[in-house]
């Protein structure tokens, strides 16, 4: 998947183009070092992306200059954003409008440069396809002009990826990467997410003890990402996101809601093992999912066995007992010998496992305390269901259960695969294959 890259020269109250004066920066040594950021920045970028007014001022400017910057610029497939531009002058220069932008992403080749083009960034922004932002910042203060980050802009957290002074009159190279974006549930509650990808959206729904930056998660996000623009997020009280008591499956519900309204007001969903179990509430509550693929939702079809209840476990988790709650859900819920769950104890992520102790009540809740429930017999978005042949009885039971009780679905066995223990490139292979077809 090819990055989009927006490289811009800022001054410190961010302005990006001052009223009528094109020359602030230039007033600045910003040395060598400076210079070789952006020369290599230009000589690695596979395409070059803008808005029209930029591109025309570029046009004027580059076809009849030399040198290696130079012919870079003048030899890299161009693209602008335009639905005005007729008859681009500069050669390799392809017009395009904003929606051809997220199949450009999905092309091989390079990453995609940005520059200027403020009106463009802003819209690439807006539909989560910026992936970097490289801003050489000069120690100015214009007090007024074109500002990259407009007021009313949608709230981004960015990461710093470098910072490093070039040259000698204080001129900075500040990299920054998206963090997570928000968005607020019916309650009020601020759900975080991030982005990733280019096409149809998908949005993933973990599991226990997991957040958005579980490997488990981020592997599955990654294969979904080479075809979708994947929305992962943290469920209500783990990772990045808010939580509002009292808890309620519902307000799980409508967290997942926000989410398909942000991605566009219709979305594929993919759930994992209890992330499955609330991906197929929400289906049944009519959240608009188009297609839906869920992973061994946990459900217990043995009428002589139940599972840990959100009471029992909201309980432990009241009185202090965090890790009792966390053995619980683990032998009585995942099935796990109590001497499995004792060496966990003494690892180093026992401590992570605590932290979100209070979120397995919320598990326990959503899958309910036993069959699979009769109100997903009125699902009829496509549903595929996916199983681990290594799995244990249980869950192979469960999936084949889910399966037969929602009318449009489809039960696929992934070989050698079991629940906790599962490749998730192998789970958001199939995932993505099914979504695709």
Same mark, same amino acid.
């Given at each position: 998947m090819r990055k989009i890259i927006v490289s811009e020269f800022m001054t410190l109250d961010g302005v990006m183009e001052g009223p009528g004066d094109w020359g602030w920066a230039f007033r600045f040594d910003r040395g060598d070092e400076g210079h070789a950021v952006k020369s290599e920045e230009v000589t690695s970028a596979g395409a070059l992306l803008l808005g029209r007014t930029t591109y025309e001022g570029f046009a004027d400017a580059w076809p009849s200059r030399t040198g290696e910057f130079a012919d870079a610029m003048n030899a890299m497939p161009k693209y602008v954003v335009s639905g005005t531009l007729k008859d681009p002058k500069w050669n390799n220069t392809t017009v395009i409008s904003l929606d051809d932008v997220a199949e450009l992403k999905r092309r091989p080749g390079g990453d995609i440069l940005v520059n200027g083009s403020a009106r463009l960034v802003r819209a690439l922004a807006r539909r989560g396809l910026v992936d970097e932002y490289r801003l050489m910042v000069y120690p100015i203060l214009l007090g007024r002009g074109r500002r990259l +980050?407009?007021?009313?802009?949608?709230?981004?957290?960015?990461?710093?990826?470098?910072?490093?002074?070039?040259?000698?009159?204080?001129?900075?190279?500040?990299? !920054?990467?998206?963090?997570?974006?928000?968005?607020?549930?019916?309650?009020?509650?601020?759900?975080?997410?991030?982005?990733?990808?280019?096409?149809?959206?998908?949005?993933?729904?973990?599991?226990? +003890?997991?957040?958005?930056?579980?490997?488990?998660?981020?592997?599955?996000?990654?294969?979904?990402?080479?075809?979708?623009?994947? !929305?992962? !997020?943290?469920?209500?009280?783990?990772?990045?996101?808010?939580?509002?008591?009292?808890?309620?499956?519902?307000?799980?519900?409508?967290?997942l809601a926000a989410l398909v309204e942000a991605a566009g007001g219709e979305a594929m969903v993919f759930g994992g093992s209890s992330g499955g179990a609330l991906a197929l509430e929400a289906a049944a509550a009519g959240v608009p999912i188009t297609k839906l693929a869920v992973f061994e939702p946990p459900y217990v079809t043995d009428p002589g066995r139940s599972l840990p209840s959100a009471e029992e476990l909201g309980a432990l988790v009241e009185q202090g007992r965090r890790g009792d709650a966390v053995e619980l859900f683990l032998t009585k819920g995942a099935e796990m010998p109590p001497e499995a769950v004792a060496g966990m104890k003494g690892q180093p992520f026992w401590p992570q496992m605590e932290a979100v102790a209070h979120t397995l009540a919320y598990e326990a809740a959503v899958v309910g305390g036993g069959p699979v429930p009769e109100r997903l017999s009125t699902v009829a978005v496509p549903t595929l269901v996916l199983a681990g042949s290594a799995s244990t009885e249980r869950m192979r039971t469960a999936a084949q259960a889910v399966a037969d009780r929602l009318p449009d679905a489809r039960l696929q066995w992934l070989e050698g695969q079991a629940h906790g223990q599962a490749d998730p490139a192998s789970m958001g292979k199939a995932a993505s294959e099914y979504f695709s077809g």
């Open positions: +980050f407009e007021e009313g802009a949608p709230e981004t957290a960015l990461r710093l990826v470098e910072a490093r002074p070039v040259g000698d009159d204080g001129v900075m190279v500040l990299t !920054y990467r998206p963090r997570y974006h928000t968005v607020t549930s019916a309650d009020g509650t601020s759900i975080a997410y991030e982005r990733i990808g280019a096409g149809p959206a998908v949005i993933v729904v973990q599991g226990a +003890f997991s957040t958005r930056q579980d490997p488990i998660m981020t592997g599955i996000v990654e294969a979904l990402a080479t075809d979708h623009t994947v !929305y992962n !997020y943290d469920r209500r009280g783990r990772g990045d996101s808010g939580d509002t008591a009292p808890y309620a499956v519902q307000r799980e519900i409508e967290d």
